[in-house]
């Protein structure tokens, strides 16, 4: 079978970091590239989820709570003084 080469640009330190999980798994980073070129033509997609970062204050279900408390604070309904203190137990129960 033919070889050819694929360069790859990465940043120095994870380049690092890379060749030394390659080493803990036995493998190096020619094999482990490999095997992940291999399992992404078998699966036919990237062989495992990729996300952004997801912060759970922007989902929907959030965002309407918070309309819906806007609306509760402009009609002058639940609103209570909590010192810091006391927010912050509410927190840790």
Do not use: W
């Not at 033919?2 to 790859?8: E, G, K």
């Not at 482990?32 to 070129?37: D, G, L, V």
């Not at 989820?49 to 002058?76: C, M, Q, T, W």
Request: aromatic share 6%.
């Amino acid at each position: 079978m033919a070889q050819s080469i694929l360069s790859v640009r990465v940043d120095s330190n994870i380049r690092k970091s890379f060749d030394r999980f390659c080493a803990s798994a036995g493998l190096n980073p020619s094999v482990a590239i490999n095997m992940f070129i291999r399992a992404t033509l078998q699966e036919g997609r990237i062989p495992f989820e990729i996300r952004g970062s997801y912060d759970p204050f922007h989902s929907k279900a959030n965002k309407e709570r918070l309309l819906e408390a806007v609306k509760d604070v402009k009609a002058g309904r639940n609103i209570v003084k909590k010192t810091m203190k006391e927010l912050e137990e509410m927190e840790n129960d």
